[in-house]
Structures are given as structure tokens and as C-alpha cells.
């Protein structure tokens, strides 16, 4: 099985985050990528890949063209314009109704309402080289998909930076540029895929996928995710094609898989996909610390066997796999290797 991997994804590294009014060590940092890496090098069954480069075009069809202009520029500008530090974050957010009455709402000029303008929160810091690993992960995600669309049957992209939270045009929750919702629209519009369905497992909901993709006739999202948590979106408003299933804290792998066989398989029976995408976030595992649910490998094993099952009957078994979540270095290791044996059909 093809596994696409690049190092760029080291030059995003942060050394703090400022979360739960607390500035400590990231959840999301270098040795995530790395330590699936190491496991799935110790395997016979994987052959890494180096991804194509894929320019910009890609991300701007998806993605308002300004948040890649400001990400491409914002760690430089903020050195010079308004002091020298390892991780920038934002300490203003734009809010709408700042502006009622005041004319017409535009970007700010300075560096410091630039990134409240662009970035949601304070726990996805620029560094140094954040936009070339946040390109980086597009680049995985294409070339998975890639090698899909040209007859093998699966890939998996070890996409670092994550992407399911980034919007059209907000990044936010560890994401920059969201590369899945770029693949699905690529394959889409350049390969003439008529139905493509996106299959996003995490403790999170994938806002920025929703966002995306929603109200797209060609596309079936669904997903579980805990809530309320963050980003507390997913349970108003849903767009028809949108098939999400919120969960308490500390629900456990067997209610997940009911879940799976009463919610998700009949929507993806109904709807034929052509062709399967996974953001596979593995936060949902009862040894991550990052949520408080309660799933193991065997849950994400069989999971990914139904997902299977489905891709075999309509999609050609045509399946991309790209890395979303997954904190406990452990757990999310022997996770991934689960479900990549389980899709590779090893």
C-alpha cells in the first residue's frame, strides 16, 4: 500500500499553544506524523511515497485566494512589523457586528487584524515555516489521490498539517488549508466523479469540510463526533447532504458501530459513492487525552471494514485516507496501522 509522505511537514513546529486560557506544550506537533511513520516503516505491507508538488490552484478553487496570500506572508510580516517571536498568534478576532453601521466590512491593513481576520483561534500558531508545510499537506493529499484516480484501489496521505477545520476562509484547530475538501473537488471537477463521499471519524466535527462541501449535490459527508465540544458546530442547519451524528462524552466503540450501521451505511448504500474519502482522525480513542470518548483500534478496524464493504459494492474500492487527529502517540500508531491493514486488506 502506497503511503504519501513528506518531511516538510517538520517545518511546522511549534513549541507552545495557548489553550484552555493556558499557553503549554501543542497537542498538535512534529512527532504525530513521525511516530506513524516509524510504525508503518517497521511494515512490509507500506511503500512510501514522496507527493508531486501541486502549486496553489488547487487551494484557491476551494479556499478564498486572501488565506493563502496571508499565511504565505504573516510570520514575516509580523517580525518586522511588530516584533520578533517563534510562534505568531492572533490576539484580536474579527466579529461582524463590529462594523454594523460602519460601511462595508474589508480586511484590515495591519498584521495583527490580518491574522484575527483569518485565523478563529489561538491554538494553530504561524511559525517560520508553517505555509510551506500547510502546502506540503495538500501536495499528500493530491498525490493520494492521484495515485487512486490512476487504478490503485487505496492510499493513504500523512497529511501534517490536519485539515477538516480549515474553511473557506478561516483557519483554525491545528488547520491551515483543508486537504481533503481540495481532493474531493479535484477529482470532482478535473476527473468528472460524479459522486463522492466523505467519510470524517474524529472527536471533533469537520466544520471546515461541512463548510465547504455542503449543499454540494456531487458529495455525502458524514461523520460522529463528540459534542458538545470543540468547535460546537454540526447540530443546527444541516445541509441535506450532511449526515452527522452527534455523541456524549465517554461513548464507547459498540454504540459507535450501531451508530455507523443505523446512520452511515444506509445514507452511503443510497447514494453509491464513486469513490471514498476518510479524514481519519484517531482523538476519539479512549488513551487520547484531547477528548473523552472511548473508542480502540478494533472500533477503527471495523469501522474502516464497513467503509470497505461499501467501496467494494459501488466505488471500485477506491478509497483516500488522510490523517486528521490523533494525540497519544501510542494509540494513534497502532490506530492507524489498524485501519491501513483493514483498507489495504492485509
Known amino acids: 500500500m502506497k503511503v504519501v509522505y513528506t518531511p516538510a511537514h517538520l517545518l511546522h513546529n511549534p513549541e507552545v499553544e495557548i489553550e484552555s486560557s493556558t499557553a503549554h506544550s501543542p497537542f498538535e506537533?512534529?512527532?504525530?506524523?513521525?511516530?506513524?511513520?516509524e510504525t508503518l516503516a517497521a511494515d512490509d505491507a507500506f511503500d512510501f511515497v514522496s507527493p508531486t508538488e501541486w502549486g496553489t490552484e488547487p487551494i484557491t478553487k476551494i479556499h478564498n485566494p486572501g488565506l493563502l496570500k496571508f499565511l504565505s506572508t504573516a510570520w514575516a510580516d509580523y517580525?518586522?512589523?511588530?516584533?520578533?517571536?517563534?510562534?505568531?498568534?492572533p490576539?484580536?478576532?474579527?466579529?461582524?457586528?463590529?462594523?454594523?453601521?460602519?460601511?462595508?466590512?474589508?480586511?484590515?491593513?495591519?498584521?495583527?487584524?490580518?491574522?484575527?481576520w483569518w485565523c478563529f483561534e489561538t491554538t494553530t500558531?504561524?511559525?517560520?515555516?508553517?505555509?510551506?508545510?500547510?502546502?506540503?499537506?495538500?501536495?499528500?493529499?493530491?498525490?493520494?489521490?492521484?495515485?487512486?484516480?490512476?487504478?490503485?484501489?487505496?492510499?493513504y496521505g500523512l497529511c501534517r498539517p490536519p485539515g477538516h477545520h480549515a474553511m473557506?476562509?478561516?483557519?483554525?484547530?491545528?488547520?491551515?488549508?483543508?486537504?481533503?475538501?481540495?481532493?474531493?473537488?479535484?477529482?470532482?471537477?478535473?476527473?468528472?466523479?460524479?459522486?463522492?463521499?466523505?467519510?470524517?471519524?474524529?472527536?471533533?466535527?469537520?466544520?471546515?469540510?461541512?463548510?465547504?462541501?455542503?449543499?454540494?449535490?456531487?458529495?455525502l459527508m458524514v461523520s460522529f463526533f463528540q459534542h458538545p465540544f470543540y468547535p460546537y458546530s454540526g447540530t443546527e442547519k444541516t445541509a441535506s447532504n450532511m449526515v452527522n451524528i452527534p455523541v456524549p462524552a465517554y461513548t464507547r466503540g459498540m454504540d459507535v458501530r450501531d451508530l455507523v450501521e443505523n446512520y452511515w451505511v444506509p445514507r452511503l448504500e443510497e447514494f453509491k459513492p464513486e469513490m471514498i474519502f476518510i479524514s481519519?482522525?484517531?482523538?476519539?480513542?479512549?488513551e487520547d487525552d484531547m477528548g473523552q470518548m472511548a473508542l480502540t483500534e478494533q472500533d477503527y478496524a471495523w469501522i474502516t471494514q464497513r467503509i470497505c464493504d461499501i467501496?467494494?459494492?459501488?466505488?471500485?474500492?477506491?478509497?483516500?485516507?488522510?490523517?486528521?487527529g490523533g494525540y497519544a502517540l501510542s494509540a494513534l500508531g497502532r490506530s492507524v496501522e489498524a485501519h491501513l491493514r483493514v483498507l489495504a486488506d492485509l
Open 29 to 37: 506537533h512534529t512527532g504525530r506524523a513521525e511516530k506513524i511513520r
Open 280 to 286: 481519519a482522525g484517531f482523538d476519539a480513542h479512549r
Open 91 to 116: 490576539d484580536m478576532f474579527f466579529k461582524s457586528n463590529l462594523r454594523e453601521h460602519m460601511g462595508e466590512r474589508v480586511e484590515p491593513e495591519s498584521v495583527n487584524g490580518k491574522l484575527g
Open 79 to 89: 517580525q518586522r512589523d511588530v516584533k520578533e517571536v517563534r510562534e505568531v498568534v
Open 125 to 155: 500558531p504561524l511559525t517560520m515555516g508553517t505555509y510551506e508545510a500547510a502546502r506540503g499537506a495538500v501536495d499528500v493529499a493530491m498525490s493520494a489521490t492521484q495515485i487512486v484516480l490512476d487504478g490503485e484501489r487505496f492510499s
Open 311 to 324: 467501496a467494494k459494492r459501488h466505488a471500485k474500492g477506491r478509497i483516500v485516507s488522510c490523517l486528521e
Open 168 to 219: 473557506r476562509r478561516k483557519a483554525m484547530g491545528f488547520c491551515f488549508f483543508n486537504n481533503v475538501a481540495v481532493a474531493v473537488k479535484h477529482s470532482i471537477h478535473q476527473h468528472g466523479l460524479k459522486r463522492v463521499a466523505v467519510v470524517d471519524f474524529d472527536v471533533h466535527h469537520g466544520n471546515g469540510t461541512e463548510d465547504i462541501l455542503a449543499n454540494d449535490d456531487h458529495v
